[in-house]
């Protein structure tokens, strides 16, 4: 059978099925939309999950009873007092830099963000913030937002915020090496006031020399009986660790969503495919008596199978498309960290070659089935 | 009947078909006899269950005996693979079934055609052929109708129509008129008879209707999975 015409039967086919054939686009797209769905929730999930690569040098020293870093309550005194010892024991270069961090959380419209306060030289220096945006705070009043507090709230460089009846000009935007939360950084002064601060903070963060065991000073502060008691040091690395246990769950529920969205499209594709051709039973029988081979059999149904299932594809393409589109001025947040909904090339190329791969395999079981079947019983059916 | 072995188109000995149906053995043919000549118009009567659609089956290379021998045109056929099965329905058979067996996508044109396209015609080759042979059926008019419009009469023209378009070397035909009225069926039993006539097509027709009898040239009595021959009609 010439290619011209047997596309133009496969075309006829379609069109005069056009209802079924809608329905079976719309079936499979359905699945799709969920392998899509369940791949973009997934995604989000592991981002949740995963950790940021910043703080590699950094010790942080934080209250022992705060099981977050707002509720700790550190003096002055203790941070100078412990880059101080460090010197002593490792040298004069073994700190680079002693910052306190005031640390809060607050909620605008219903949203978590974290308020953090360091000097202004240690924004770059210490907590590796990166301005994508804008400028650094000049003033008391000014504050730099990370992208994921602008998306979560809407805000843009230049707006303002009101925290206890303090106004605030958003004046830059920054990115904090992958840790993706809503925060706002300002400058130490401010926080001081704003929260009124005046002879404490939540975290004190020892920058070392890239030359010293962190582990090793890290047990030489806890040790130390010149300090006061009272407090744990953690490497920062350690922090996130503990901090990103309690999202560590998502990850396998990420994993089991993303296996189950890999079976939705298998087996949903092979189940909507091969429905649609056991209802072909009988005219794929009516073809084969008229001398056509099974091998242009099937191809008629591949072809017909494969284009259902690329219209059903990129049905679910759009729908899921105008879903991540609709949601993208609205990320998912949990505490204060962000994620956005999106679709990745990774999980549109899987999902394709899935869905095209599970039709096919619909198609050349229920043709292998048929041809193992006597056509004389199938006509007769 | 025997008949001269260089005037006989199908030449069946033996023919027996066992199947399973659920939990039951089915034996469908007992051991058949028979001979064909070219350009016949035979008629196989009985009652359904008989055994009448599996003959033909056979006799189609639709399905491979359980016993016996079949030559179609010099061509054996109960040890034929699938594939020279395919090939000798496509050059040598037309099927007419009871339920026109049309294919509801295409129009009456198209279906005709389709044994063609698998022959590998061209589609303005096929298409000319395909209108002259709805002409001959009456349904010059009707061509771009598809099966759903057109009457069962209609349907089952086109069905001979399909079944001629390949000059086949036989055309079997499965209860054409089982499913028509009266008048329709005479009109259709009439016009397979003038094919038959006109280009010489050997005929194979099972049917329950006795009637057709009498525009066979031979004619058979099925019962139970055994052929008897009938009384030769005038």
């Not at chain 1, 008596?289 to 059903?312: C, E, N, P």
Request: hydrophobic share 45%.
């Amino acid at each position: 059978m010439k290619s011209f015409i047997f596309c133009t039967y496969l075309f006829k086919d379609l069109f005069f099925d056009r209802g079924r054939s809608l329905l079976t686009v719309v079936s499979l797209a359905a699945v799709i939309v969920s392998y899509l769905a369940t791949s973009a929730i997934s995604e989000v999930l592991m981002e949740f999950g995963s950790q940021p690569q910043t703080g590699a040098n950094n010790l942080l020293i934080m209250s022992d009873y705060a099981l977050e870093p707002m509720q700790s309550n550190l003096h002055d005194n203790l941070l100078q007092s412990a880059a101080e010892a460090v010197r002593q024991g490792y040298g004069p270069d073994s700190v680079r830099r002693a910052s306190p961090v005031i640390y809060r959380t607050l909620r605008f419209d219903n949203k978590r963000l974290q308020i953090i306060a360091v000097p202004l030289e240690d924004m770059v220096q210490v907590h590796n913030l990166e301005l994508l945006e804008g400028h650094w705070p000049a003033s008391d009043n000014q504050v730099v937002a990370t992208q994921e507090a602008m998306q979560l709230l809407n805000w843009k460089t230049g707006d303002s915020l009101e925290i206890r009846d303090t106004r605030l000009l958003i004046v830059g935007r920054v990115d904090q090496a992958g840790a993706r939360m809503a925060a706002i950084w300002m400058n130490y002064s401010s926080g001081r006031e704003l929260f009124n601060a005046q002879d404490n903070f939540q975290i004190g963060v020892l920058q070392i020399g890239d030359r010293l065991d962190l582990s090793t000073v890290q047990a030489y502060l806890e040790g130390d009986a010149r300090l006061p008691g009272g407090y744990v040091v953690y490497l920062e690395r350690q922090l996130y660790e503990r901090y990103y246990h309690f999202v560590a769950d998502l990850l396998k529920v990420a994993f089991i969503l993303a296996v189950l969205a890999l079976g939705v499209v298998c087996f949903g594709t092979y189940n909507t495919t091969s429905l649609t051709l056991m209802e072909r039973r009988r005219d794929i029988a009516i073809l084969q008596t008229m001398g056509f081979t099974s091998r242009v059999v099937r191809l008629f149904l591949l072809g017909r199978t494969l284009l259902q299932t690329l219209a059903a594809f990129l049905l679910a393409w759009g729908i899921m498309a105008a879903i991540v589109q609709s949601r993208s001025h609205s990320p998912i947040a949990i505490e204060a960290k962000m994620g956005v909904l999106r679709l990745s090339p990774e999980t549109l190329g899987l999902g394709l070659v899935l869905t095209l791969f599970s039709a096919s395999l619909g198609v050349w079981l229920i043709s292998r089935t048929q041809n193992s079947q006597n056509l004389a019983d199938q006509l007769r059916e | 009947m025997r008949i001269n072995p260089s005037e006989c188109l199908i030449q069946a000995r033996g023919l027996e078909k066992r199947y399973r149906r659920g939990k039951v053995q089915v034996e469908a043919l007992r051991g058949v006899d028979m001979d064909v000549p070219r350009g016949a118009f035979v008629v196989i009567v009985g009652p359904s269950g008989g055994g009448k659609t599996t003959l033909l089956h056979l006799l189609g290379g639709i399905d491979h005996p359980s016993a016996g021998t079949i030559r179609v045109n010099g061509q054996t056929l109960e040890t034929a693979s699938e594939s020279d099965l395919t090939r000798f329905r496509r050059d040598h058979i037309g099927f007419v079934f009871q339920f026109y067996n049309l294919l509801p996508s295409l129009n009456a044109l198209d279906n005709v055609v389709l044994p063609l396209l698998a022959r590998g015609w061209s589609w303005k080759e096929a298409c000319q052929r395909g209108r002259s042979l709805l002409d001959r059926v009456g349904l010059q008019q009707r061509w771009r109708h598809m099966p759903g419009e057109l009457s069962g009469g209609e349907q089952q023209r086109v069905a001979i129509a399909r079944a001629l378009v390949v000059e086949p070397t036989v055309i079997l035909a499965d209860e054409p008129t089982g499913d028509l009225d009266s008048v329709t069926a005479d009109d259709i039993v009439q016009l397979m008879a003038d094919i038959n006539r006109q280009s010489g097509v050997t005929f194979i027709v099972a049917t329950h209707n006795q009637t057709i009898c009498r525009f066979a040239t031979c004619a058979y009595e099925m019962r139970d999975g055994l052929l008897h021959p009938r009384s030769q009609p005038s």
